[in-house]
């Protein structure tokens, strides 16, 4: 949709000033023996996948205000996701949502796939609201009910997502129950367990022996009792039992106020277990706000047990699926998923320039101050120069957000779809 050149020629308009800024940050970390272009290839390499549900607007339980030209096919969707890939260079893979976004015309697909040079990364599976046309309701659990023909339609589901997936070249199955309960009593807590580790098994038998299962977690919502699934520890356990190629995904809004997520991601590296991220920004719960928005240190701080646990030859972990999972209430989804993605990038570089020789000692030596300045000197650093030019040499835009605006992308978007088209999602 935006032509190379008029990229160019933005990015044309802002490169004198860029460039002194670039040429500035690389001479500071240059004096910290850092090398600059080093951190840019890795920012270059960082890859988030869009989620197919996170292209409209959406989101609050109380009413939807569409943001106008929002997609209303899996193709659209492709298309927006191609646009913001084109821009940041940084969005190379699509979640699929199963069965919002059942694709029909494969070889059609794959065609619009490579042009926008895009890759399906994982499929997601459904199992927390009823379909018009299938037989057996949800509303008492679905992996976990204690009606058989029940668990064997959710089954059956999470297979034939496998199904769809294996045709576009995904090789995750992404498991997210909103199994639980509401009042005291209302489910055997082990025996709903059991069920629910049962039939993971079943689906896993099921699965290629090339693809991952990512097991999610959520401590409450849309059960306020119980989730049967509430905590990693639980994710953990299942991931024991089902098998080797099953992991823990880590979503930052599924964890209690105030909870140590930091913490939870060194834990899972430590054991190997760590199979991806859902991006999004909380302040309360499962707020699906703008990543990094209002926690930027906490944000910081996972990266810094991320990029801690790469560089760390004791740690035996499969490489992380890295996914946005947020809904968009009021902001454009489009700007939104940019401003997101720009977050990650700017807060991954900052990882990446943590003086860990540094950090090692005064960790060694209980230098708490020491090793708390360390983090702060790294967090406090603005690499933002760094990410322009990694989005500059993956060819997209030095200022996505802004070069987006310049192009009147929603405008456009309008005129072709409609004003009031609907995406798919909640
Ligand atoms: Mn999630």
Not at 173 to 180: F, S, Y
Not at 245 to 263: C, K, M, R, S, Y
Request: net charge negative.
């Amino acid at each position: 949709m935006i032509p190379d050149q008029r990229i160019h020629d933005l990015n044309q308009s802002l490169l004198d000033n860029h460039q002194f800024q670039l040429n500035y940050v690389t001479d500071l970390l240059g004096r910290r023996q850092i090398d600059a272009q080093d951190v840019i290839r890795q920012i270059v390499d960082f890859q988030v996948a869009i989620p197919s549900w996170a292209l409209g607007t959406g989101g609050t339980r109380f009413g939807r205000y569409p943001a106008g030209g929002e997609p209303r096919s899996l193709e659209e969707k492709i298309e927006d996701v191609g646009l913001l890939h084109k821009l940041n260079g940084s969005s190379n893979s699509i979640s699929l949502h199963i069965p919002w976004d059942i694709p029909q015309d494969i070889a059609a697909l794959e065609q619009l796939l490579r042009e926008q040079k895009l890759v399906i990364d994982s499929v997601n599976s459904n199992t927390f609201q009823d379909q018009k046309d299938q037989p057996y309701s949800y509303k008492f659990g679905s992996l976990l009910n204690t009606e058989e023909a029940i668990r064997q339609q959710a089954i059956q589901h999470n297979i034939d997502c496998i199904g769809y997936g294996k045709q576009l070249g995904a090789k995750t199955l992404t498991v997210w129950l909103a199994d639980g309960s509401n009042f005291p009593g209302q489910q055997h807590f082990r025996q709903a367990y059991q069920r629910t580790a049962d039939s993971l098994a079943s689906i896993y038998e099921a699965m290629p022996s090339d693809w991952t299962m990512l097991i999610e977690y959520k401590p409450y919502e849309p059960h306020f009792y119980s989730m049967v699934i509430p905590d990693w520890g639980t994710s953990y356990a299942l991931c024991q039992a089902t098998g080797k190629n099953a992991q823990v995904l880590v979503d930052l809004g599924h964890h209690l106020p105030n909870t140590n997520i930091e913490q939870i991601v060194a834990r899972l590296l430590h054991f190997g277990r760590l199979g991806g991220f859902h991006f999004n920004g909380s302040s309360y719960g499962d707020d699906d706000l703008t990543t990094g928005s209002s926690k930027p240190f906490q944000l910081f701080l996972i990266f810094n047990e991320l990029v801690d646990g790469k560089l760390d030859q004791l740690v035996n972990n499969p490489a992380v699926a890295y996914m946005i999972d947020a809904s968009h209430n009021t902001k454009d989804p489009l700007e939104d998923l940019l401003q997101s993605v720009d977050n990650i990038l700017t807060t991954y570089a900052k990882a990446l320039i943590v003086d860990r020789a540094t950090l090692r000692e005064a960790q060694q030596n209980n230098d708490v101050v020491k090793a708390e300045e360390t983090l702060r000197d790294a967090f406090l650093t603005d690499v933002r120069p760094l990410v322009a030019e990694a989005y500059r040499q993956s060819g997209g835009a030095l200022q996505p957000i802004a070069a987006y605006r310049a192009e009147r992308v929603r405008e456009q978007l309008i005129q072709r779809r409609g004003k009031l088209s609907v995406s798919t999602g909640l």
